[in-house]
Nanobody, 117 residues
Framework: VQLQAYGGGLAQAGGSLRLSCAAS????????MGWYRQGPGKQRELVAI???????NYADSVKGRFTISRDSAKNTVYLQMNSLKPEDTAVYYC????????????WGQGTQVTVSS
């Protein structure tokens, strides 16, 4: 399965962006769908994750500001980012996991988000 992430760009602090991650195949059978980010000089970190059942979990730093969602008919996962902060600046990656133990994973190519103060 190939993933195509897009929607990044430049935003001002307090603004909003919506990231999209389009999968080449059905996302119905995936166990976990998530967004990660890697800021300058930092390790990649989990931002938001959604299970196949629709449960969600967020990093403390984005709770209340970011929302992960999906449209299974469009094979697309979204990340709505509101109240953006300069520290949200990073390359954002989407990720899908499947398999009995989530041992299989696919990554999108990353999309740059830059938030100016």
């Amino acid at each position: 399965v190939q993933l195509q992430a897009y929607g990044g760009g430049l935003a001002q602090a307090g603004g909003s962006l919506r990231l999209s991650c389009a999968a080449s195949g059905s996302i119905f059978s995936f166990n976990l769908m998530g967004w990660y980010r890697q800021g300058p000089g930092k390790q990649r970190e989990l931002v938001a994750i959604m299970t196949s059942g629709g449960s969600t979990n967020y990093a403390d730093s984005v709770k209340g500001r970011f929302t992960i969602s999906r449209d299974s008919a469009k094979n697309t996962v979204y990340l709505q980012m509101n109240s953006l902060k300069p520290e949200d600046t990073a390359v954002y990656y989407c990720n899908l996991k499947w398999g009995v133990s989530n041992q299989y994973a696919s990554w999108g190519q990353g999309t740059q988000v830059t938030v100016s103060s």
